[in-house]
């Protein structure tokens, strides 16, 4: 399975916090996937296990269609 069994699969995903930014990014890979998704929301807290923002670059690289807002919590400005 590509989440822990204590992640919420329904609207919203929730991935939580232990996941690594490979596996976050193929979970917005996997949203972006499904033809009922309209847009993509991903909220990221970085932990001591890391930040599960920082691959996300790899899933919207060159990625055509739907909005995809990435926000980091704790994010002290904005990101063009």
């Known amino acids: 399975a590509l989440l822990p069994p204590t ?10 916090a232990t996941v690594p930014a490979a596996t976050f990014a193929r979970v917005v890979e996997t949203v972006l996937a499904d ?11 970085a932990t001591a296990l890391g930040d599960p923002l920082d691959a996300l670059d790899t899933v919207l690289d060159g990625r055509p ?16």
Do not use: F, H, Y
């Open 65 to 80: 269609g739907r909005p995809v807002v990435a926000v980091r919590l704790g994010q002290p400005e904005a990101v063009a």
């Open 7 to 16: 992640a919420a699969v329904a609207d919203p995903v929730d991935t939580t």
């Open 35 to 45: 033809p009922a998704v309209d847009a993509v929301v991903a909220i990221s807290a």
